[in-house]
């Protein structure tokens, strides 16, 4: 059994010969390619491909996460965006000062944009090179309430919501950024992509209410489910912190995975989860893959295996992304783990 069957098996709440493994790791491809810029490595298509493929036949993992963090959607919406030579980019000045001007933005073409063309680059190259034997997830990068978290200001943008005055407005930038953010993903499945995946964690518990991710997340997710399920496409939902008061919102959107981090409940996460969606993580990539031993990796995993694996519907992996610092032993140690306790039969 390759890694496309055992992750389709998984997807599909069937049981395959063993828990696939997935890993969150552009920052590591950068570092096990010697780059001496990540502000280089990160906005070169071929490159980024070339780091993926080196991890891949380095380690073996069955899931690829494509991607070069947070950021380069937020760019072709108009974000000012820093490339730090030794991490990954960062979103600096909003795309936009105040809420009217929102009619303004115009949707980003991927082809035609310069970092997300490059993006496109590596996921094609990627399933070129081992897209039969391995489970390719294009990154559609931000969903909706993060995108617009981004283009707005983080800051700026909880005090409109706080304020709640300009309604129409931010719900108009959500709307903006859901159909942003599904051209992108759209354009990732075109280039060969098995899955794409959004990153919303701003709108997680650990930053707004559930009652504030009910109205101005959730809703946009759920559409964007639905927009790409209306073409067969399947996306992976990643949000990072305590997800555990949103677990049921999250799984309702119907997304075929739900990424979850260590601060998830994942007693009340599997039962939630069970039949309807495929959890990912829940390792934590800081303090245990990053900082732990392989024994302590295996632990944690060993951990999550027994109470997320029964039953299928398990993908493991990091809660987001590993830092480039992440030693191979312990990525390793978490592979290994799932090849000796993850099991089915
Ligand atoms: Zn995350």
Same mark, same amino acid.
């Given at each position: ?6 992750? &389709?098996?998984?997807?599909? +709440? *069937? ?6 493994? #997935?890993?969150?790791? !552009? ?14 490595? !990160? *906005? ?16 073996? +993992? #069955? ?9 380069? &959607? ?15 980019? $960062? ?24 970092? &997300? ?8 190259? $990627? ?55 599904? *051209? ?9 992509? +098995?899955?794409?995946? =959004? ?16 109205? !101005? ?23 990072? /912190? ?13 997304? @075929?995975?739900?990424?979850? #981090? ?29 900082? /732990? ?13 027994? =109470? ?10 990091? /809660?987001?992304?590993?830092?480039? @610092? ?10 290994? @783990? ?6 089915? +039969?």
């Amino acid at each position: 059994m390759n890694s496309i069957e055992r992750t &389709l098996l998984t997807l599909e +709440h *069937r049981q395959p010969d063993r828990v696939p493994v #997935d890993l969150h790791n !552009f920052l590591v491809t950068a570092r096990m390619m010697g780059a001496n810029s990540y502000a280089d490595f !990160f *906005r070169d298509g071929a490159a980024m491909a070339e780091g993926q493929i080196k991890a891949w036949q380095r380690f073996g +993992h #069955d899931v690829l996460l494509v991607e070069n963090g947070t950021a380069a &959607l937020a760019e072709a919406c108009g974000v000012q965006v820093e490339y730090l030579s030794d991490s990954a980019p $960062v979103a600096k000045v909003p795309a936009i000062e105040s809420l009217d001007e929102v009619d303004q933005l115009k949707i980003p073409d991927p082809y035609m944009d310069p970092r &997300l063309s490059e993006l496109l680059k590596a996921t094609r190259i $990627v399933v070129e090179e081992i897209g039969d034997k391995a489970f390719i997830i294009g990154r559609a990068d931000q969903g909706p309430f993060s995108l617009a978290s981004e283009i707005r200001g983080l800051s700026n943008f909880l005090m409109d919501l706080a304020m709640g005055k300009q309604l129409e407005q931010i719900h108009k930038l959500l709307d903006y950024c859901r159909q942003a953010v599904y *051209r992108y993903a759209m354009a990732q499945i075109e280039q060969g992509a +098995h899955c794409t995946s =959004i990153g919303d964690s701003p709108s997680g518990p650990d930053l707004i209410s559930p009652k504030y991710y009910r109205k !101005f997340a959730y809703p946009y997710v759920k559409q964007l489910v639905a927009d790409l399920k209306a073409s067969n496409v399947m996306l992976s939902y990643h949000i990072c /912190g305590n997800a555990t008061p949103i677990i049921e919102d999250m799984i309702s959107t119907k997304a @075929t995975i739900i990424e979850i #981090d260590q601060k998830a409940d994942m007693q009340i996460c599997k039962e939630a989860a069970r039949g309807k969606t495929t959890l990912l993580g829940p390792i934590d990539p800081s303090e245990i893959m990053a900082k /732990g031993t392989p024994e302590m990796v295996t632990e944690k995993c060993r951990e999550a295996l027994e =109470i997320l694996a029964p039953g299928g519907g398990f993908i493991l992996g990091p /809660g987001c992304a590993l830092p480039a @610092t992440t030693p191979d032993e312990n990525i390793d140690a978490m592979i290994e @783990t799932a090849k000796k306790y993850g099991r089915y +039969h």
